[in-house]
């Protein structure tokens, strides 16, 4: 018996979003399978996930504020993936973004008490500085020396915290503790919460700026991506490194700016995180958010709009995950999720063929082709996919 | 400080790295990049703790841990080379899929312990003046195991018949093919192998020289270590042992910089607690970032390069991209 996997010829286009979401209830089935081996309650526990995440306004909020960095960092992955350039490194270009961010306010690089509308852009842009140096570390050596980027961009995630812990720690630590003072509150990004005096209805939600920071950033990465030569020249090279390179195309300075852009973006969500969220640096800022985000980019096949819905999916399940035992299960399921995902992937692309005998050619049988004139020309079966 | 003691405590450290290093070649060498390293070592170490902490049988243990890391290496193998998926979002995935699952498998081990491997001193090779108390002297069984395994993996893959086999369905897959080689047969087998190595990793980490579970901090990025040392060592296993041991050896001595009180007569800027130890524990990574430039400016100018098929998946009739 051998199992063939035929390319497909087409693919209808209610295939890739249904076998997308088989993937994810997969996962959760498994997921719960071995939650119920190791004693929990899997039931109970996705029903946690949900009511603690979706439950109610307050929560919504929350999951939101999970989703900001989720989002920046998602894109982030998303866009780097895309020229399949594997920027392991959000989590460390998310930390030195909200070191960046941070360092306006704490050595401090602007006088004591200068306004918001003047503070927050300057915390922006040393955090998106600082995160794309980051980033720019792995595109050159990649670049330049052929190093390969997964190994050195989780390298600099570990070399990330423990610079982070060198300033909250050492210089920046309020008496003692692993954390630095709290910003004053011109260096907060606006809340919902704060117009509550004038709509009631939002008190107490913590949903802040940092989220429209990222539905802003998703509409330009899709406009650049999807609408500028530039981002055509990187949707190429990810296609087909060869074709880029017989177009004339220079992939070495697209590699490096696009590291750069990918570094910026996580770093806009450290900024976003520390400016919106916990108005200081701490050591364990981040509960995961650059290594979630490869997740997040997979399930969104690397789309921008997409990543905002994914990044408030995996938002809800770092929130609720918290709380829910053993500790483990929310990075468990997101292990799962990323493994069903890639055999959804498979299904997307191939057709299993189970069968008696014959060669594993890649060439279908005839009685197996479908109707010949059916044959579309070869860019329609990028249909769903680019 | 006692520089033969951390020699000693680095040539068990560097076990760990040679076992998932090597194992990581012999995938590599049939054309299959594994990122998952990390995910089965943490697998293979939680597996052999919790075993060995249930029978107190700690080579039943190390056959758990080498057994769990053989499925892992079983599912990237089916992934990429039957289903033809991509191999760095699946070896991705398998890191993810292990640190999650020994976290939920591991809750509640983090104070426990377990019997542990058997330690041996070698007689008379143990009384070598240095190099005998540093290799021979009270080292874990698995110790010598990895010595052994050095010579023997080069010799099975530079000198036998069916070292040609895999170095060819790594090379050319399409020739290999011709002569009669099952390709993605042969594949499958070396990953699988890889796992089993990865796997025997994370046990000699939890079983054998440093006993605990730790959560994800048991295994602490060695599994990425060693696929740099992959790199550095031009997917040579007696490169990639050596580099491992090296880097085993200095990392000790490096953070052992922390209990010295004084430096050239001045106070010693490491102490824990001062900020500036921080600049010392990121040495490590630093290091291998350095050694994978190494590695890949040497294997470009040596034009002794990954694989040729290296992350290509096999496809009779078919070129690769």
Known sequence: VTIRLEPRLTTPRWLSPVLTLGAIVVALVISGAIIALVGGDPIASYLHILNASFGSVGVLSDTLVKATPLILTGLACALAFRMRLWNIGAEGQFLLGAWGASAVVLFPLVPVGTPGIILIPLMMIAGMVAGGLWGLIPGVLRARLGVNEIITTLMLNY??????????????????????????????????????????????????LGLIFGLVAAGLLWLFLER???????????????????????????????????????????????????????????PGYGFTAVIVAYLAKFRPG??????????????????????????????????????????????????RGGPAVAVPPPGATPPAVAVPPPGATQQGGG | MDLGLIAAAGVATGTVLLFAAIGEIFAERAGVLNLGVEGM???????????????????????????????????????????????????????????GLARVLGEGLTNANVERLPALTIPLLADVPIAGPILFHNQSILVYVGFLLVPAAWFWIEKTRPGLHLRAVGESPAAADAQGIGVQRLRLIYVVVGGVLA????????????????????????????????????????????????????????????????????????????????????????????????????AARRRIGAPAALGIPYVRGERGH
């Open chain 1, 228 to 286: 500028s030569r530039f981002g055509y020249e990187i949707r190429l090279i990810g296609d087909s490194p060869r074709a880029a390179r017989y177009a004339g195309i220079d992939i070495g300075r697209r590699l490096v700016i696009v590291f750069a852009i990918s570094g910026a973006l996580a770093g806009l969500a450290g900024m976003s995180e520390v400016s919106g969220s916990v108005h200081r640096l701490q050591d364990h800022i981040s």
């Open chain 2, 41 to 99: 070592m943490l697998m293979g170490a939680v597996a052999g703790f919790s075993t060995t902490l249930s029978t107190g049988n700690p080579w039943l243990g190390l056959v758990a841990a080498m057994t769990v890391g053989g499925l892992l290496g079983l599912l990237h193998g089916i992934v990429t080379i039957h289903l033809r998926a991509d191999q760095v979002v699946s070896g991705l995935a398998l890191t993810f899929l292990g640190t």
């Open chain 1, 306 to 355: 997409r990543v905002v819905v994914a990044a408030v999916l995996f938002g809800a399940l770092i929130l609720a995950g918290r709380e829910i035992q053993p500790s483990g299960v929310p990075a468990m399921i997101q292990g799962i999720i990323l493994f069903t995902l890639i055999l959804s992937d498979v299904l997307v692309r191939y057709r299993i063929r189970i069968g």
């Open chain 2, 199 to 298: 796997g025997l990793a994370g046990a000699t980490i939890t079983i054998a020289v440093s006993p605990g579970w730790f959560g994800d901090q048991t295994v602490n990025g060695k599994g990425w270590i060693a696929i740099g040392l992959v790199i550095f060592a031009r997917w040579n296993p007696i490169r990639a042992a050596l580099g491992g041991y090296l880097f085993a050896a200095i990392t000790p001595w490096i953070l052992g910089l922390q209990g010295v009180q004084t430096i050239l007569g001045a106070e010693n800027p490491f102490l824990p607690g001062r900020s500036a130890t921080f600049f010392l524990e990121m040495l490590p990574y630093l290091f291998v970032i350095a050694v994978v430039i190494v590695g890949s400016r040497s």
């Open chain 1, 159 to 208: 070399i990330a915290l423990f610079w982070i812990q060198f300033w909250v720690f050492g210089a920046w630590s309020e008496s003692g503790f692993q954390q630095t003072r709290t910003f004053p509150t011109q260096a907060w990004l606006p809340r919902l919460s704060d117009v509550a005096d004038a709509v009631p209805a939002v008190r107490g939600l913590p949903v802040h």
